[in-house]
């Protein structure tokens, strides 16, 4: 009977501190220049998402990093736009992207940028993973950069479990774009 009782209050101090763990850091800086429109995005648009190139971190490839940013924020926008297409080709330049958007009949195309990208095993190096992504919308009728935005992902060196790069910007971009559709995200929840 002891030991039940005392598996029972190990399992309830190790639930109460994994409630208490701290989530990990995201943060939206708005980069947009003086062109930049603060209308949310118009949700009969489609979308084109640009592969931007794959993250090196201090000389060490990260090989299908593009492709799976490109998905993840493909994803994202799916929630909103009728139809979201993946350019096919990496790292094109901007007008060799709008006509693509244009061929697509894409409203918007959106261009994501890896700026960092730290995938770490936290537990062994006590050292967070981090993840920093541009993110560029070009309305494709003007070709001018309506939003531009860096998204920041920081894991959190009190969590048992860390997360991925990936899962840390694809938390950041659902709320960013959310909010790029003028949808309220409850408080919670960010």
Not at 86 to 106: E, F, T, Y
Not at 148 to 170: C, F, H, I, K, P
Request: hydrophobic share 45%; net charge neutral; aromatic share 6%.
């Amino acid at each position: 009977m002891r030991r039940d009782c005392f598996v029972t209050l190990v399992l309830t101090v190790m639930l109460g501190l994994a409630a208490c763990t701290p989530r990990p850091f995201y943060r939206m800086t708005d980069v947009s220049g003086s062109q930049a429109s603060a209308a949310p995005l118009k949700p009969e648009q489609g979308i084109l998402v640009s592969v931007p190139d794959d993250a090196v971190y201090q000389h060490r490839p990260y090989p299908g990093s593009g492709q799976e940013v490109a998905k993840i924020t493909a994803t994202a926008f799916a929630r909103y736009a009728p139809h979201v297409d993946v350019a096919p080709i990496a790292s094109q330049d901007r007008q060799g992207l709008l006509l693509a958007a244009r061929n697509a009949g894409a409203g918007y195309l959106i261009i994501p940028s890896i700026v960092h990208w730290e995938q770490r095993a936290t537990e062994l190096s006590a050292i967070p993973s981090q993840v920093d992504i541009g993110l560029a919308v070009v309305d494709v009728a003007t070709g001018r950069e309506i939003r531009a935005t860096v998204l920041e992902g920081r894991g959190n060196l009190r969590r048992m479990a860390q997360l991925d790069v990936e899962a840390m910007y694809s938390a950041a971009l659902d709320q960013h774009v959310a909010e790029l559709y003028g949808v309220k995200v409850p408080a919670g929840q960010k």
